[in-house]
């Protein structure tokens, strides 16, 4: 297991940006795959995007062109650059690794909480 931290939630105005950090434990980070996950209130766990360790990225079409995922595996920490941010986005956000072929869940952070209120 790996262990995972966020960072960086907090609250902001609509159009706002945010930018959550996720830095693991140990020494093979850059061997996995990281994803940032969402869940608002009464709503099930949602897929926002995805890093490959190769560095091949994907995005739920809901945060396509405002929301930018990225890694650096010198520092074991995976980043979610947030912005244009709507109500909607509103949600605990998670991060996640996975081995290299997706099978394997390997850790969960604690979640970190996004507020955008006017």
């Known amino acids: 297991q790996v262990q995972l931290v966020e960072s960086g939630g907090g609250l902001v105005q609509p159009g706002g940006s945010l930018r959550l950090s996720c830095v693991a434990s140990?020494?093979?980070?850059?061997?996995?795959?990281m994803g940032w996950y969402r869940q608002a209130p009464g709503k099930q766990r949602e897929l926002v995007a995805t890093?490959?360790?190769?560095?091949?990225?994907n995005y739920a079409d809901s945060v396509k062109g405002r929301f930018t995922i990225s890694r650096d595996n010198a520092k074991n920490t995976g980043f979610l650059q947030m912005n244009s941010l709507k109500l909607e986005d509103t949600a605990v956000y998670f991060c996640?690794?996975?081995?290299?072929?997706?099978?394997?869940?390997?850790?969960w952070g604690q979640g970190t909480q996004v507020t955008v209120s006017s």
């Open positions: 996640n690794v996975r081995s290299s072929d997706n099978r394997i869940s390997l850790g």
């Open positions: 140990g020494s093979i980070f850059s061997r996995l795959n």
């Open positions: 890093i490959a360790n190769g560095g091949n990225t």
